[in-house]
């Protein structure tokens, strides 16, 4: 099932879930697949994402799914509907 993450605290809590995050980049015009124990993945790391901040700023949306093939359709429908790139973060990518 997918969920949506407004907020840092959410992802933080899914950190030992075993899963998959949909990282959505209105500035860069970007979609990045992530496992949520990606460092880049990480609200509390300083170059992980911040889902309460890209919220308040409308500069993103972030998807956390169990299943990688339903974090994967929802990575490609997003990218597919607003002209963004669809990337496999590299770091995490297994
Ligand atoms: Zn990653």
């Known amino acids: 099932m997918l969920t949506e993450i407004v907020t840092d605290e959410q992802l933080i809590d899914l950190y030992t879930t075993p899963g998959y995050l949909v990282a959505v980049d209105y500035p860069k015009k970007e979609v990045k697949l992530h496992t949520v124990d990606c460092m880049l993945a990480d609200p509390i790391s300083s170059v992980g994402v911040k889902p ?7 500069t993103g949306e972030f998807w956390f799914s169990e299943s990688r093939d339903e974090s994967n359709s929802k990575a490609e429908k997003i990218a597919k509907k607003n002209g963004y790139t669809y990337t496999i973060c590299p770091i995490c990518n297994r």
């Open 52 to 58: 309460s901040k890209a919220r308040e700023n409308k």
